[in-house]
Structures are given as structure tokens and as C-alpha cells.
């Protein structure tokens, strides 16, 4: 008889210890989840919507050439679509910086010419040191508030982009088309190659290239309302 209820006795322990073992472990997926949710908050404080980038907006280049086959100047361009990022607004459409950040994969560019691929990315980029363009937005100029849900709009995108190691700011012409929460844009700026201390493209197949590099951002984006 002793001996069944000391058998009984631990089995009822087995059973008390399980059970607050459990209470423990849901209680502490509890806390990871509310600290994730209080983490996810505080990173979109202030934001009161997001334009992020979608997987089929395309960045390039383009940079009129002559080469020495033909008789007339060419683009050379050059493309990727590994870009990642979003422009975040406040209540007031008021860009916040730290939260709108672009970054292109420039180690990624392709054009229809795999040596000039090769060049630019050893000689002009400098892929291996410098992979990736990043652009920092500052300001939008001449946009529309609230933010319309069709029709078209140009704006003027300003921000401090960096690439190969140089930081310097750009602005971008923007036309844009509203579907609902779905924009498309073509943003497009130029300048110098010593702009972002860049060499000049010299090879032997290659008589002239333009002093001016013309970069495009075909982007499809989605509105994401936060508040």
C-alpha cells in the first residue's frame, strides 16, 4: 500500500512539473512575439506610409559609345534588377531619411556585351571593393498630398546616393502612374564620371565615349498605409 502511494505520489509530480514546464515555454514564445511586434513597431514609428520596391523594377545605365566597327555612336546599357529598398512619408508626405533607402547590386549589371560587363565592373565600378550603389532619400519635391490613387505625376526625387566609395547628391526627374496602391515610375539622372571619381571607359575597340552617365531607376512599386 506504501509503496502505490509513493508511486502515485511521484507520478502526480511528473504531471505538476510538466505542466508549469509548458506554462514556462508559452509564456516566454509569448514575450519573443510581443517583443517582435513592439521591435517591428518602433521601426516604422513615425511612418505613415511605405513605397516599397517591387522584384520587377529595373536599374540601368546608358552611356553613348563609339566604337570603331560603326560608323555611327551607340548606347551602351546596361541592367539589374537587384534592387532592393523603400521611401518612407510621414502624416505630412515629409520623406524620413534613415527609413528610405535604396541599394542596387551594381556587381549584377548586365548589357549585351559581355566585355564591356567585365570593364566596368573591374575598372569603373570597382565591384569587388564597391558592390552595391546605395541612395539615401532626402526630399521629394512637387509631390501630391495625400498621394493620389490614379492618374499621373512628376516629382523630383532627391537623395545622397554613394557609389564606388563616393557619396554625393542627385536628384532624379520622376514621372509617375497611380493604380490605386501601385505605382510605376521612371526616374532618370545624369552626370560626370569624376562625378563619383570614376575613370572614362579606354579601350581599343572603343573610339569616344561621352562624358555623361545617364542612370534610370523603371520602377513598379506598392503603397503600404501604416496608419
Request: hydrophobic share 40%; net charge negative; proline share 2%.
Amino acid at each position: 500500500m506504501k509503496f502505490k502511494l509513493i508511486i502515485s505520489y511521484f507520478i502526480l509530480l511528473f504531471i505538476l512539473v510538466s505542466c508549469s514546464s509548458s506554462e514556462t515555454v508559452n509564456d516566454d514564445e509569448q514575450k519573443l512575439i510581443s517583443e517582435k511586434v513592439i521591435t517591428n513597431s518602433n521601426n516604422d514609428s513615425g511612418v505613415y506610409l511605405k513605397v516599397n520596391f517591387l522584384p520587377e523594377s529595373i536599374a540601368r545605365y546608358l552611356v553613348r559609345e563609339q566604337l570603331a566597327n560603326l560608323d555611327f555612336p551607340i548606347d551602351a546599357i546596361g541592367e539589374t534588377n537587384e534592387i532592393n529598398g523603400s521611401i518612407s512619408l510621414d502624416k505630412n508626405g515629409n520623406v524620413i531619411s534613415e527609413k528610405s533607402i535604396i541599394v542596387v547590386n551594381v556587381n549584377s549589371l548586365k548589357s549585351d556585351n559581355g566585355r564591356r560587363d567585365r570593364y566596368i565592373s573591374r575598372k569603373s565600378l570597382e565591384t569587388n571593393t564597391y558592390p552595391e550603389v546605395k541612395i539615401v532619400v532626402t526630399k521629394i519635391e512637387n509631390l501630391t498630398w495625400p498621394i493620389s490613387k490614379n492618374g499621373t505625376g512628376e516629382i523630383i526625387i532627391i537623395g545622397d546616393m554613394t557609389a564606388h566609395g563616393v557619396t554625393d547628391q542627385v536628384a532624379w526627374n520622376t514621372t509617375l502612374n497611380f493604380n490605386d496602391n501601385n505605382i510605376e515610375g521612371l526616374a532618370k539622372t545624369n552626370f560626370k564620371f569624376d562625378k563619383f571619381e570614376m575613370d572614362i571607359p579606354r579601350v581599343a575597340i572603343v573610339l569616344s565615349v561621352d562624358d555623361n552617365i545617364r542612370l534610370e531607376l523603371d520602377f513598379n512599386a506598392e503603397i503600404i498605409y501604416l496608419e
